[in-house]
């Protein structure tokens, strides 16, 4: 069974840093993009940034700059790196990991990250 457990999320003032990681257990770590998405209230999820076992990655245009994602393919564990943030920011964040063979998408539970200003 897959599982992907967050930890990290928490209350921070504007210009403040945070850290979210990720740990998965349960699946073979190699031939899979690893992310983070976001969804604020009111708001569809969307992408913040992914990362693929190769260590390409990508980030949502509203985080560039800011945010960091990383990823330890031995201890499967995926990172996010969080800094001047914004109340912009504050939203429930997931960590996904997208299989590539089979395809098939596994979600975290989700872990609330508020910036105030």
């Known amino acids: 069974q897959v599982q992907l457990v967050e930890s990290g999320g928490g209350l921070v003032q504007a210009g403040g840093s945070l850290r979210l990681s990720c740990a998965a257990s349960g699946i073979t770590f190699s031939f899979t993009i690893t992310g983070w998405y976001r969804q604020a209230p009111g708001k569809q999820r969307e992408l913040v940034a992914s990362i693929t076992a190769g260590g390409s990655t990508n980030y949502g245009d509203s985080v560039k700059g800011r945010f960091t994602i990383s990823r330890d393919n031995t201890k499967k564990m995926v990172n996010l790196q969080m800094d001047s943030l914004k109340p912009e920011d504050t939203a429930v964040y997931y960590c996904?990991?997208?299989?590539?063979?089979?395809?098939?998408?596994?979600w975290g539970q989700g872990t609330q990250v508020t910036v105030s200003s």
């Open positions: 996904n990991i997208h299989k590539l063979i089979p395809p098939n998408d596994y």
